[in-house]
């Protein structure tokens, strides 16, 4: 056993588990290319200053979960990504896509930090794949995000999720209420708690995300957002709503609803699931109009998108049991050579098979016939095909099934042919 461990707050993905994150990713491929999204990689950390100020200095992100450092005694702080929204948003600016055309549809897959205290579907290396719509935030902007989001969620099965979903308003809407909102708490700043207190003067908004059950009795009688929109904020919020509507998507409309981050406007939703417990937040998303300018754009640029925790959702598929029938990562043949002197011969048949699209093991260690035997069960590959004196002589393979037994001598062509049909490919384990 080694004397290091993994650092705290991170974990180690072995094969057995990769094979369910690949499943998830490439429903995320596949759905978000159906809908016109195409892939952006940025990198996994930026100037300490972007996510100050395009987060906000008053979040609990930038205020305690971030991982900064300075890379040189002369050089700006940095910071590893905790979420992707300011990041891609930078990157479109910085390349002046706004330029080549007016809406540009990204997704991502990629690595996330925070200083969080580690528990169960949060970790303080996490990874979360979403999407951002730029250029655009109408109502059916925010819709098309929503969908895909939810689309992506049913194309893996998933059931009992909760859509929450609210209309934040613009900036002078949210200013009237947050004026509201100290008046309302001011008169129990005694019994508001540590983070409430802070909250109360930096952005009493994010007292409404409170999870402390005092606060939430004070924050269930408290103003409502809703009653400060103009009109025309709630025709906005209402358009959305007609599109869930129109595609089928439940949702519930929640006016305490607040995301975690500052750059919000109009339209915020939530993903929950009744697997994840008290911290059952699985995805979400919003409007975000002015973080381009926050980030130095001379205008705004309207944008929507959503994020969703892959832990989160990987703990709430195994638990609805989504990933007990995935394809096992298993080897078709693994090939038997019966004598060490062939193990040339193997090899090149290995490959042979390999070219023709089949998976397949051989034995590197000079092991007995026997234990090639034990080793092809114990990856569950479904055929062991033989190689000795006989086979090698005549061109002609013994393939035996190790789930019936039933063993074919074939031509190395018509064994190819063989593996190559559906029926064959399909492994007798899972």
Excluded at 16 to 32: F, I, K, N, S
Excluded at 113 to 131: I, L, N, V
Excluded at 264 to 289: N, W
Excluded at 400 to 414: G, P, Y
Aim: hydrophobic content about 40%; overall charge negative.
């Amino acid at each position: 056993m080694s004397q290091f461990q993994s650092v705290k707050g991170t974990r180690d993905i072995f094969p057995e588990e990769a094979v369910r994150w690949q499943y998830v990713e490439e429903v995320v491929h596949r759905l978000a290319a159906l809908h016109g999204f195409r892939e952006i990689r940025i990198p996994l950390f930026e100037y300490t200053e972007l996510f100050q100020r395009g987060i906000g200095s008053t979040t609990d992100i930038v205020g305690k979960e971030m991982f900064s450092f300075q890379p040189d005694p002369q050089g700006r702080s940095v910071t590893l990504r905790p979420e992707m929204t300011a990041g891609v948003m930078r990157a479109a600016l910085q390349k002046n896509l706004f330029s080549l055309g007016t809406v540009h549809k990204l997704y991502y897959i990629g690595e996330l930090f925070r200083k969080e205290r580690p528990q169960a579907g949060r970790q303080r290396q996490f990874s979360q794949f979403g999407a951002e719509l730029l250029g655009v935030s109408s109502p059916a902007a925010v819709a098309e995000v929503i969908t895909m989001m939810m689309q992506i969620f049913s194309s893996l099965g998933l059931k009992g999720l909760r859509l929450r979903i609210n209309t934040l308003g613009d900036s002078e809407e949210r200013a009237r209420f947050r004026e509201a909102l100290q008046g309302w708490f001011a008169p129990f700043h005694d019994i508001l708690d540590e983070a409430s207190k802070e909250r109360l003067e930096k952005n009493p908004l994010r007292i409404l995300d409170s999870k402390n059950p005092a606060i939430q009795e004070l924050v269930a009688r408290a103003p409502r957002l809703y009653d400060y929109l103009k009109e025309s904020s709630l025709r906005d919020f209402e358009k959305v709503l007609f599109y869930l509507d129109e595609r089928n998507i439940a949702y519930d409309i929640d006016h305490r609803l607040v995301r975690g981050l500052d750059y919000y406007c109009h339209t915020a939703f939530e993903v929950t699931s009744p697997e994840l417990g008290a911290q059952d937040a699985i995805g979400g998303g919003g409007r975000y109009d002015a973080l381009a300018r926050e980030l130095g754009s001379a205008t705004d640029v309207p944008a929507s998108g959503f994020a969703v925790g892959m832990e989160r959702l990987l703990i709430t598929m195994e638990k609805q049991g989504l990933l007990a029938e995935l394809p096992s990562d298993v080897p078709l043949v693994y090939v038997v050579v019966q004598q060490q002197d062939l193990l040339d011969n193997g090899l090149q048949l290995a490959w042979q098979l390999r070219q023709a699209g089949i998976t397949t093991e051989i034995d590197l260690a000079g092991k007995s016939m026997k234990a090639q035997m034990r080793e092809a069960n114990r990856v569950h590959a479904s055929y062991a095909l033989f190689l000795g004196a006989t086979e090698y002589a005549t061109g002609c393979y013994s393939l035996k099934n190790l789930a019936t037994s039933e063993q074919i001598t074939l031509t190395l062509d018509a064994m190819l042919q063989f593996l190559q049909e559906p029926k064959a490919q399909k492994p007798f384990y899972s």
